[in-house]
């Protein structure tokens, strides 16, 4: 219905490639294998607006001594944007249990903790980000994406771990069946740039005006130590990147 001959269908989205030009993984999955692709560039100044750091001395997310480290190098960045933060969790028992380890610290600081999950409804967890000066903000899944608070409230996207699905979820079990049926590669076809992907939504919460500024740091050390983590890194905006070793 939408490729049909003399239809012209404009399809849009800050989030459409996955680090090649020609939005192949997209137009794939949409049958648009015929259409003409084209990537434009940001209208924001990374260079100027975002800095990054990859944590590259925290332990594998599968390690034993993950937890305990990711609590420190939270604790370690909201303290240098005075919390104004938000904290981005692929599960929420990781986030549960961090936050609860974090309690201490936070009523210390003096930092203000939301937490998704704990009874308030997303649109009222936003709103008392944005108001409540010094906030931190514990989120799952719908904190990675249609979220938006420009400004100085966020001046901080701490990303937990790489946004991976879990594979044993019926209908992306299905999907990877499908494409090891049809001799293709479940991982390099689907995983990885769904996961690249979301992660380009979660770090798009950060810069939303051409005034922001303000800090990525990624807790996940896979990004520069597993072959795959070159694809993530390209896919992301270019900004100043500072290696934490």
């Given at each position: 219905m939408?490729?049909?001959?003399?239809?012209?269908c404009?399809?849009?989205?800050?989030?459409?490639?996955?680090?090649?030009?020609?939005?192949?993984?997209?137009?794939?999955?949409?049958?648009?294998?015929?259409?003409?692709?084209?990537?434009?560039?940001?209208?924001?100044?990374?260079?100027?607006?975002?800095k990054?750091?990859?944590?590259?001395?925290i332990?594998?997310?599968?390690?034993?001594?993950?937890q305990?480290?990711?609590?420190?190098?939270?604790?370690?960045?909201?303290?240098?944007?005075?919390?104004?933060a938000?904290?981005?969790?692929?599960?929420y028992?990781?986030?549960?249990?961090?936050?609860?380890?974090?309690?201490?610290?936070?009523?210390?600081?003096?930092?203000n903790?939301?937490?998704?999950?704990a009874?308030?409804?997303?649109?009222?967890?936003?709103?008392?980000?944005k108001s409540?000066?010094?906030?931190?903000?514990?989120?799952?899944?719908?904190?990675?994406g249609?979220?938006?608070?420009?400004g100085?409230?966020?001046?901080?996207?701490?990303?937990?771990?790489?946004?991976?699905?879990?594979?044993?979820?019926?209908?992306?079990?299905a999907?990877?069946e499908l494409?090891?049926?049809?001799g293709?590669?479940?991982?390099?076809?689907?995983s990885?740039?769904?996961?690249?992907l979301?992660?380009?939504q979660?770090?798009?919460?950060?810069?939303?005006?051409?005034?922001?500024h303000?800090?990525?740091?990624?807790?996940d050390?896979?990004?520069v130590?597993?072959?795959?983590g070159?694809?993530?890194m390209?896919?992301?905006?270019?900004?100043?990147?500072?290696?934490?070793?």
């Amino acid at each position: 219905m939408l490729f049909r001959d003399n239809c012209c269908c404009v399809m849009t989205s800050a989030t459409l490639a996955v680090g090649r030009p020609d939005l192949a993984y997209f137009r794939k999955r949409i049958g648009a294998m015929d259409v003409e692709p084209l990537q434009l560039g940001s209208p924001f100044d990374f260079q100027r607006q975002m800095k990054m750091f990859v944590v590259q001395k925290i332990p594998d997310p599968r390690d034993a001594g993950y937890q305990e480290a990711l609590e420190h190098w939270i604790a370690h960045f909201v303290q240098k944007t005075d919390g104004r933060a938000f904290v981005l969790f692929t599960s929420y028992r990781d986030l549960q249990h961090v936050a609860g380890a974090m309690e201490k610290f936070f009523v210390a600081n003096e930092m203000n903790l939301l937490v998704q999950g704990a009874g308030a409804p997303r649109s009222k967890l936003l709103e008392q980000f944005k108001s409540t000066p010094r906030s931190v903000l514990f989120g799952t899944d719908s904190f990675w994406g249609g979220v938006d608070v420009p400004g100085e409230a966020l001046s901080s996207v701490i990303i937990t771990r790489l946004p991976f699905a879990v594979p044993d979820h019926p209908l992306i079990e299905a999907k990877l069946e499908l494409i090891e049926e049809r001799g293709g590669d479940p991982f390099t076809e689907y995983s990885l740039p769904e996961a690249i992907l979301k992660l380009r939504q979660g770090v798009g919460r950060l810069i939303r005006t051409k005034t922001d500024h303000g800090i990525i740091v990624i807790l996940d050390n896979r990004i520069v130590t597993k072959p795959y983590g070159r694809a993530f890194m390209q896919a992301l905006p270019k900004c100043p990147l500072e290696i934490v070793t």
